[in-house]
């Protein structure tokens, strides 16, 4: 059952307009959401030296995990037509999760991947040029046909199994482009 909080967001994502305007009677029950919000997400958001429960990160888990921690990847969301998160698959402990930003007048879509450990964010590529089709047992990452994806400096494969992770680099075949379009992975662990 979704939490007050994910509701909260969804309302002032789909009507800022009407929150703005009616702001003054809206203000008491945003205070009583906030502070429902506040009780219902610490039961199911991680704390500090628990252990960690990968079968926990789902679409709706993260969500409320990356607005609780003011995540950079969530910046000017507000702006946003649609903002929708993916899973992708779990390997042991890690997951990989998908967010996906509509944005601007062409409508123009952003892809962004987060892989966690457990309940951590390790960290994410944003912006990639397509989401994967899938995880294999193993970790690799499979993007669907049409996608060439590598790791940035060799042609291995992406993995969230990784000890470490480096750019990923993608290409559509066919496209015009002469090069790969590479992203750099973010990692949240330092920061």
Not at 15 to 29: K, R, T, Y
Not at 73 to 91: A, E, P, T
């Amino acid at each position: 059952m979704p939490s007050p909080f994910t509701h909260l967001f969804r309302l002032i994502r789909s009507c800022s307009f009407c929150l703005l305007q009616s702001g003054i009677l809206l203000l008491p029950l945003l205070n009583v959401l906030s502070v429902q919000a506040a009780d219902s997400s610490a039961a199911v958001m991680p704390q500090a030296g628990k252990h960690a429960d990968a079968a926990q990160v789902s679409p709706e888990w993260v969500e409320r995990y990356l607005y609780t921690r003011n995540s950079a990847l969530l910046d000017d969301s507000f702006n946003d037509h649609v903002m929708s998160f993916y899973f992708f698959g779990r390997v042991g402990e890690r997951t990989l999760i998908g967010l996906e930003r509509v944005r601007g007048d062409d409508y123009e879509q952003f892809f962004s991947l987060l892989v966690f450990e457990g309940e951590e964010l390790l960290g994410y590529y944003r912006n990639v040029l397509s989401f994967p089709s899938g995880v294999a047992d193993n970790g690799d990452v499979q993007f669907p046909r049409g996608v060439n994806a590598h790791l940035q400096g060799n042609e291995l494969e992406l993995s969230i199994s990784a000890s470490e992770f480096t750019g990923l680099c993608q290409r559509l075949r066919g496209a015009q482009a002469e090069q790969d379009l590479c992203v750099p992975w973010t990692s949240v662990r330092s920061q």
